[in-house]
């Protein structure tokens, strides 16, 4: 295992999920329609899970020893997902929410895998988590779009 085991391509990650935070929070403050209440329900469920995961990635890139990026700055640099400053429709937020997830969840199968081809055990079974909460609420998002 290298020196900091898989804590750069963790500290990718946690910039993906931090861009990802914000647009569920702009999200949340944001949503119109028939669909406010349990959407803007959903996208807080979702933010505050997505802090949970900020959190858990941060604090290994910690245990690994390297510091975590804790910066909007460095969030921008590092981060593969784009911000959304329009103003789309409370279905084109699903969508749009369930695009992302699918991104992040190609990622984190992604530092999963080179973690595991360097040995950093600690960061697999932490990314593993990641990778069945995903697929979950992406299950759960587009079984919303096909209503």
Known sequence: MS????????????????????????????????????????????????AEGIDALAERIR???????????????????????????????VANLHADMGKLNDHVKKVHAHAEEIGDTGSVIILEDFIVSLEKERWMLNSYLQA
């Not at 963790?10 to 028939?34: C, E, M, P, S």
């Not at 590092?78 to 409370?90: F, V």
């Open 3 to 50: 020196d900091h085991g898989a804590a750069k391509e963790i500290g990718t990650l946690l910039a993906d999920y931090a861009v990802f935070y914000q647009k569920l929070r702009g999200y949340h403050w944001n949503v119109v329609g028939k669909d406010f209440f349990p959407l803007h329900a959903k996208f807080e469920e979702l933010y505050n899970d997505a």
């Open 63 to 93: 245990a690994l020893g390297a510091n975590p990026p804790a910066t909007f700055s460095e969030f921008l640099k590092l981060t593969t997902m784009t911000e959304d400053s329009s103003q789309p429709s409370a279905e084109a937020m």
